[in-house]
């Protein structure tokens, strides 16, 4: 590994994010890197189709401007992170070549593309800084043979960007040492989502209006994919089993759950259970700021960390998140910053829901709740990242 001083930074992701690029755009305004990030696949900047959603998406906020960026050939028959070959891009390791970067920052490395990279930089000997996410939470350790795969793996990578607590228990039980390991937090565009943008409050009043809701009403918000492993069934019964006065549960999202959640909607009280279609990036804001509990009750083992709730914390909404949520170690402390229950414990989500209602129900521990989540979110911001990232760089 040749020591740099790296000022030409190639960055590998899948596909343009409203997470990453605005993080792309800060670094490219507030450090002196040469970055250019090359992308694998177009989701997110052309109308495609997401198979849980349902629906033809694209995102409504800028990813492309701000940053270096291009778009690598994806020849794969069916692009997507959901197989190995779904990222196929050939000319990619030529395109890196020309562009000779003194080090890579890597997304992920399970698919045909990531290996190609990777054996293009080890061949070139250009440092190569991975980044993921990934946890153990809810599984069992992999046995013996993908650990030592995994570790031998990892002991190629110069350095590794962790983004909280279950992540970097992995990174370790993966064998990447301490001195390569750097705190680089997930974190969101803080600037959309501002709760004092007087336009996401606007939007949020007329949003009650109509929707019926009083200002009293206190508002449980669900929003992602109504699919089985985010459990929105199992947090629409418990809310209905409540049945608590003065209350009310919108459901922000579409996907194969919406009949089965539309035909248990019919027992709740009227009036206490609203569905509002997938709501594009700019119109998130008004959504959190309409409710005073933001719930990510999910069972699934692929909710690596829940960016949502980083969404929902910046707007100053406490959270109530299942054990199987990848920042709750992190960002959501029991009756502090929100609340947390076992994910396959249904009397807990009842039981956690009912306190969080009435929590949001008392001013003070409302005020208290929001005080403590914005004192906790003010962490996890593009500025800390990137301060993982320096450091990271700083390590070659």
């Given at each position: 590994m040749r020591k740099v001083r790296p000022a030409r930074l190639a960055i590998v992701l899948s596909h343009p994010t409203q997470y990453y690029s605005p993080w792309f755009r800060w670094l490219a305004a507030h450090t002196d890197l040469r970055l250019r990030v090359f992308y694998l696949w177009k989701f997110g900047v052309s109308e495609m189709t997401d198979p849980q959603f349902g629906k033809v998406l694209k995102w409504d906020v800028d990813l492309l401007t701000g940053y270096e960026s291009e778009f690598v050939p994806n020849v794969s028959s069916r692009p997507g992170a959901d197989h190995f070959r779904g990222f196929n891009n050939p000319e990619l390791p030529a395109r890196l070549e020309a562009w000779r970067p003194d080090a890579l920052l890597l997304f992920g490395y399970k698919w045909l593309t990531h290996l190609r990279v990777l054996l293009w930089a080890f061949r070139r000997a250009v440092p190569v800084i991975f980044r993921g996410d990934s946890h153990f939470i809810g599984r069992q350790t992999p046995g013996l043979l993908r650990i030592l795969a995994l570790r031998i793996l990892f002991r190629r990578f110069a350095a590794v960007t962790y983004v909280g607590k279950a992540n970097r228990e992995y990174f370790e039980k993966c064998g990447v040492p301490p001195r390569r390991l750097f705190f680089a937090p997930h974190s969101i565009?803080?600037?959309?989502?501002?709760?004092?943008?007087?336009?996401?409050?606007?939007?949020?009043?007329?949003?009650?209006?109509?929707l019926g809701l009083s200002a009293e009403t206190r508002v449980v918000l669900f929003a992602g994919k109504l699919v089985p492993a985010k459990q929105p069934r199992e947090l629409l019964s418990a809310f209905i089993e409540l049945a608590r006065p003065d209350t009310a549960i919108v459901l922000v999202g579409d996907g194969e759950e919406k009949p089965a959640l539309e035909a248990l909607a019919a027992a709740a009280r009227p009036g206490s259970v609203h569905f509002l279609p997938f709501a594009n990036q700019t119109e998130m804001?008004?959504?959190y700021l309409l409710a005073d509990i933001f719930a990510?009750?999910?069972?699934?083992?692929?909710?690596?960390?829940?960016?949502?709730?980083n969404e929902a914390m910046h707007m100053g909404v406490p959270c109530l998140v299942s054990d199987r949520v990848g920042c709750q170690q992190d960002l959501v402390t029991d009756g502090l910053t929100g609340w947390t229950f076992p994910a396959s414990d249904a009397a807990a989500l009842k039981g956690k829901l009912a306190a969080a209602l009435a929590a949001v129900g008392d001013a003070t521990e409302r005020e208290r709740l929001r005080a403590a989540v914005i004192a906790r979110i003010a962490g996890y911001t593009y500025e800390q990242t990137t301060s993982g990232l320096m450091a990271a760089l700083g390590s070659l």
């Open positions: 565009d803080a600037s959309l989502f501002d709760s004092g943008d007087e336009r996401h409050r606007a939007a949020a009043l007329a949003l009650r209006s109509q804001p008004s959504r990510l009750p999910s069972r699934g083992l692929y909710e690596t960390w829940g960016l949502a709730v």
